[in-house]
């Protein structure tokens, strides 16, 4: 099952008495357990293309399936405990709670989902040691470097065992190192947890490491290349159909 489908999507925005189209008719499908990137210029329609495959935006025309469900179908507080179940978010300003450690901000999705405390403990101690912070467990964002608090920020996304990961730019506010470090770590999540990671991102870092790639222009996706078998789609052909051609 393709952890996202989406069928037809359009989205347009509502400033004042002007309305700015930011998806137009989007098919697309992202592969299970693979690295998935959304690239494009400022304005293109990457960010509002994640919003809409994260469920934080409807579209107003066509079919969002995420994890096998039709969005539509869910009324906003079964979509909130949607996301919560099924998706893990990562954030280029990294959004930790500064009043919490990185043990209690990897932690607090569990308590949200109501995880015994025994499971909690053990989940929590499994990622602060995959992701290297064991010893920074009782230390506050402040107390952590940029590359420390994307990696807190990496565990609490998979704290909760979603099937798709959704990174917005999650290497913007850090040096050319430590994201190529924070690369490499979320590559090694995704296949030890076997979960499908997309992202929003300008990285070439984060472009070479793709599986899949969709490069979104006006709304509109210009160009689909899945890199790891050397299929591609054109734009003018049906963006669920491949075509095989030579690496």
């Known amino acids: 099952m393709h952890p996202v489908v989406l069928k037809h999507v359009s989205k347009t925005y509502q400033l004042g ?4 189209p930011a998806l137009i008719d989007i098919s697309l499908e992202i592969r299970p357990n693979c690295f998935t990137v959304i690239s494009g210029a400022s304005g293109s329609g990457k960010t509002s293309l994640l919003n809409v495959i994260g469920c934080i935006d409807r579209p107003d025309q ?15 507080d079964a979509l909130s405990d949607f996301r919560a179940k099924t998706l893990g978010f990562i954030f280029q300003n990294f959004n930790l709670l500064p009043v919490l450690t990185a043990y209690e901000n990897i932690e607090y999705p569990l308590l949200l989902s109501n995880i015994p405390a025994a499971a909690r403990k053990e989940r929590v101690r ?7 912070l064991s010893d920074r467990a009782q230390n506050r964002p402040g107390q952590l470097s940029g590359g420390q608090r994307q ?27 430590t994201g190529a470090s924070i690369i490499a770590l979320m590559r090694k999540m995704q296949r030890e947890h076997q979960v499908a990671f997309v992202f929003s991102s300008h990285d070439p870092q984060i472009q070479a490491e793709a599986d899949d790639a969709f490069t979104i222009r006006d709304g509109k996706i210009s160009h689909t290349a899945t890199l790891n078998n050397s299929r591609t789609i054109t734009p003018n052909s049906d963006p669920l159909a491949t075509q095989e051609v030579n690496a």
Not at 17 to 20: D, E, G, L, T
Not at 160 to 177: K, M
């Open 17 to 20: 008495s002007i309305a700015v």
């Open 62 to 76: 066509g079919q969002v399936i995420v994890a096998g469900h039709d969005i539509a179908s869910m009324n906003e």
């Open 126 to 132: 499994a990622l602060l040691d995959a992701v290297g």
């Open 151 to 177: 990696r807190v920020a990496i565990a609490r996304a998979l704290a909760g065992s979603p099937s798709l990961v959704l990174a917005d730019e999650p290497t913007a506010n850090l040096d050319s190192q």
